[in-house]
Antibody
Framework: QITLKESGPTLVKPTQTLTLTCTFS??????????VGWIRQPPGKALEWLAL???????RYSPSLKSRLTITKDTSKNQVVLTMTNMDPMDTATYFC?????????????WGQGTLVTVSS | SYELTQPPSVSVSPGQTARITCSGD??????ASWYQQKPGQAPVLVIY???ERPSGIPERFSGSSSGTTVTLTISGVQAEDEADYYC???????????FGTGTKVTIL
């Protein structure tokens, strides 16, 4: 049974750095093909793809946010961490992490419940 | 950067067929996935690799691809299918991924 859960601050101030952790179970990020991605959704708006990391440490970033994002994995802890620098009120959103079974298969087949991050002074 | 375009809304009567399109220049080269999202919930994968259905997804959900457009079809729509639907795919080189603009499906 695959589960993922996002954790991190619910409130950050403008210009601060956000650090979110995705803690998962039921799979290993050392298994060939597996990936974990981050997606966000501002209130009432569409999903936005942010970043994804694969088992072999291949990392992909949204080009519009690439300069502000870093994604890393800790295979021993079953965690993936996303950092986003220079936070702005426009970054207020629910942040999701999700599992990818394989690079070839595509899709994100298991999702966390999401965590709402508000950016405000 | 790359964009996937969907119609903002689709309305359909129960038992009828809903078709949701997603257009993008790289779709002839990259597979697409589709997600269903209900209010306050995380998205659910309903189609991957253009037309494959994950286990547990009803057979009334199907996907197809033609040129620069992929289509999600919901046959025999039920009240529980009322939700937002998003397509997802990658740019032509596979360097990054994007979600579509989203389509709200309303059951009349």
């Amino acid at each position: 049974q695959i589960t993922l859960k996002e954790s991190g601050p619910t409130l950050v101030k403008p210009t601060q750095t956000l650090t979110l952790t995705c803690t998962f179970s039921g799979f290993s990020l050392s298994t060939t093909g597996v990936g974990v991605g981050w997606i966000r959704q501002p209130p009432g708006k569409a999903l936005e793809w942010l970043a994804l990391i694969y088992w072999d440490d291949d990392k992909r970033y949204s080009p519009s946010l690439k300069s502000r994002l870093t994604i890393t994995k800790d295979t021993s802890k079953n965690q993936v961490v996303l950092t986003m620098t220079n936070m702005d009120p426009m970054d207020t959103a629910t942040y999701f992490c999700a599992h990818r079974r394989s690079r070839a298969r595509g899709g994100l087949d298991f999702w966390g419940q999401g965590t709402l991050v508000t950016v405000s002074s | 950067s790359y964009e996937l375009t969907q119609p903002p809304s689709v309305s359909v009567s129960p038992g009828q067929t809903a078709r949701i399109t997603c257009s993008g220049d790289a779709l002839p080269k990259q597979y697409a996935s589709w997600y269903q999202q209900k209010p306050g919930q995380a998205p659910v994968l309903v189609i991957y690799k253009d037309s494959e259905r994950p286990s547990g997804i009803p057979e009334r959900f199907s996907g197809s691809s033609s040129g620069t457009t992929v289509t999600l079809t919901i046959s025999g729509v039920q009240a529980e299918d009322e939700a937002d639907y998003y397509c997802q795919s990658a740019d032509s080189s596979g360097s990054y991924e994007v979600f579509g603009t989203g389509t709200k499906v309303t059951i009349l």
